[in-house]
């Protein structure tokens, strides 16, 4: 279901839910029952997950403004080192 905007002259804006595709141009009022035109207004789309939009903001502000990284991020304790035999045959820079 989606949600329609209409504008009747005597009463102002009102709101009717149809099935998307379903609405015409036209609807009565449901206070005065006078013939109100629809109006376009913009879709309410819902953002989704706060923590998915943060990281798309910041890689938007980051593609003219790139955020300069001086060093590591402060952390607790020495640098971690692996033990697995296999990551020392790996190839160093």
Request: net charge positive; aromatic share 6%.
């Amino acid at each position: 279901m989606v949600t329609y905007s209409y504008r009747c002259r005597e009463c102002g804006d009102f709101d009717v839910r149809a099935p998307m595709g379903r609405a015409t141009a036209r609807c009565s009022c449901p206070r005065c029952g006078a013939s109100a035109a629809r109006r376009f207004t913009v879709p309410l789309v819902r953002r989704g997950d706060p923590a998915v939009w943060r990281a798309v903001e910041s890689a938007e502000r980051s593609a003219e403004r790139p955020e300069v990284v001086s060093g590591p991020p402060p952390g607790p304790g020495a640098v971690r080192v692996s033990r697995d035999p296999r990551h020392a045959r790996l190839p160093r820079p």
